[in-house]
C-alpha cells in the first residue's frame, strides 16, 4: 500500500491561485476528505494527484516517487468522477475490464477479478447492462468498482456521492466507508458537504482560497476550529466578541471579557490580556433555563425567546441577548420556551473555545 | 345543505359545448397545415417518380401508361451512366477527405480554440453560408491565378492542372461539403463528457488510446451523419460542379440539366427517380449504422 506525501503544492491558472503551498502527509490505509466550499481549490488538489493539472510548483510523493510530470495514465490511481463516467458505449463488464486491458491482465485472471469486484459492490449479476440501464446509485458503485479492480495506489473520489438524492447518499457514505476500510487503500475524498465529510474520514482537510486552514480529526475539526471561516463551515456556531481578561494555560481556562458579562472558556495556550478574540460555542452545548444557574462556575447569559423551530429531534431557538448578540440553541425537544419568553442561556466553559483573529 | 340551483344551466353548458367544438377546430387547422407542408414537400417528388414510369413520349402529367423504357434509356446511355459512376465516385472521395478534415479541424476548435472557438466555428461554415456560385467563381479565379503564381515560382505545371480536372472539382465539393460534416461532428464534440476521457487516463490509456477506444466511438454517429450528409451534398451539388468540372467529365446534375435543355422525355425522371433511391440506400445505411437520431443537429 502506499503514503502519499504533498510537499508545497502550489497551482496557479493566470492570476489566480487556485492552491498555494499545500503540504499534507497522508498514511498508508487512510481515508483523507478535502473539505471547502466551491472554487477553495480542493478539486485543482485532486487533480494534481491525478496528473490532469499540472502543479506550478510542489511535489507530489507516491511512497517517495515524485509523480509530477507523470501523466495521470502511468501513475496507477483509481479515480471515481461526480457523474461517474462509465463509458456509455460498454456493458459494465467492459467498463470493469477497460483498466485491466490497459494492464495487459489476462482474460482468465480479468474475469475473476471483475467477478470478484461485482460481488464486492453488490452488483454481481448486472455485468452485461449498459450504463443507462442503471439507476444512479448503482452507476455510482460500478464506477467505484471500476476504479478498484485495477487495485490502484491510491483511491481519488471527486464528490462521488453528490449526484444522488439525500436518502441514497447517507447510505452510500458507510458503504464507501466500509469499502474502504475493507481493501484499506489510501483514499483522497474530495466533498463540499461537510456532514459526508464527517461521517466518512480520518481526518479532514479544512480549505479556503487554496489555503489549508485546518487538518484534524472530524471531532478536532468540529470541536477545536482554529478559523472563524472553518468553525462557520463545519456545523451551527455562536461567536460571542471578547477581551483576554485573564487566562491561565496551566488551568487551561481563559476568561473573556464581554457585552454580556465575563466568559469562560477552556483554552490550552495563554493569550496576552486585553487581546480582541471570538468565543464560539455550538448550539447544541447551550441549554436553556427560566431561572438563573445557581452555581457561579458556568457561564450564563439572559436573553429573550425570538424564534423557535422543531425539527423533532432537537427544539431550535434564536434567542435575542443584549447588545443585539443572537445566539443560536437547540434543546431537547420536549423543553419548551415560547417566543418572548425570557429565558437563560447557560454553557459549560469546556464546551466553548477560544479563536484568536 | 341544499344546493343553490342554477339559474341557467343551459348557457353554461352551450358555452362550455362551444368551447370544445373552437379547441377542437383549432386542433384540426393546426394539423391541416401540418399535412400541406409534407404535402408541398412531397409532391414534386411523387410527380418525378410517375413520371419516369409513363410509358408515353413526353414528361407528361397523368402519365398514358406503365413503363420501364425511361429506366432502360436511361441506364444502356453511356452519358449518363458515365456520369452517374464519376459523381459517385467524386462524392466518395469528397466524403473521405471532408470527414477526415472535418474530425480533425472540431475537434480543435472545440476542444483548443478557446476564446476563437466561435469565430473559427462561423469561419468553416462559410461556404454554408455564402452563395454556392460565388464560392464557385472564386475558387475558379484562385484557380487561374495558382497556376499562374505556381510558375512564377518556376513549378512547371500543366495547363489547367486544377481548372481542367478532378483535383479541381473535388476541392471544390470538399469546400461546399465540409461545413455539413463539421456541423456533425462538432454537435456530437459540445455534448462529450471529458471526464471519459479522464476516467479513461486514469484506468491507464494514453491519449491515443483514449481517443481511439472512448472518443471515436462516442462521437461516431456525429461523424457518420456529417459523412452521410456530405456524400449526398456533393452527388446533389450543382453549380460548383458546372463551373469547376473539366471539359469532357459531368457529374450527374449536370449532364441531367444538360439533357433536359435538348429533350423532354421521361429519361430525365427516370434519372432524378434513381437519384431520390440513392439517397434513400444513403439513409437507410445511417439508420442501419448509428440510427436516424443523429441526424439531429
Known sequence: MTELAIRGLSKRFGDVAAVDGFELEIGDHELISLLGPSGCGKTTTLRCIAGFEEPTAGHILFDDRDVVGLPPENRNIGMVFQNYALFPHMTVRQNLAFGLEMRSVPKSEMAERIARVLETVQLGDLGERYPRQLSGGQQQRIALARAMVVEPSILLLDEPLANLDAKLREEMRFFVRSLQKRIGITTVYVTHDQAEAMVISDRIVVMFDGHIHQVGAPDEIYSRPVSREVANFIGLTNFVEGRVQGADAAAGECRLETAVGTLRCAYPETLDVGREVALIVRPEAISLSAAAPAESGTNAIPGRVGERYFLGNITGYRISCADDLLLQVQDDPWASFDVGDEVWCTFDAAHAWIIPD | MTTAPDPSPIPNESAAARGRLQRKAGHVLYLAVVVLVYV?????LVIVVLASVNAGEFLTFPPQGFSLRWYVAFFESEAFMGSLFFSLRVAFFATIISTALGVTVALYVVRFAGRWRE?????????????????????????????????????????????????????????????????????????????????????????LTTFRRVTLPIIKPGIIAGALLAFIISFDLFNISLLLKGIGVATLPIQLFDYVRWEYDPTAAAVATVSIVITVIAILVTEKLVGLRSLRF
Do not use: M
Open chain 2, 119 to 207: 469565430r473559427l466555428r462561423l469561419f468553416i461554415l462559410l461556404p454554408l453560408l455564402l452563395p454556392e456560385i460565388l464560392t464557385a467563381i472564386a475558387l475558379l479565379f484562385f484557380y487561374y491565378n495558382a497556376e499562374a503564381l505556381l510558375r512564377t515560382l518556376g513549378i512547371e505545371v500543366a495547363s489547367g492542372v486544377f481548372r481542367n480536372s478532378v483535383l479541381g472539382l473535388l476541392i471544390g465539393h470538399v469546400l461546399i461539403t465540409l461545413p455539413f460534416v463539421f456541423l456533425g461532428i462538432s454537435a456530437s464534440l459540445y455534448n462529450f463528457d471529458h471526464s471519459l476521457e479522464e476516467a479513461a487516463r486514469s484506468l491507464g490509456a494514453s491519449r
Open chain 2, 40 to 44: 408541398y414537400l412531397l409532391t414534386p
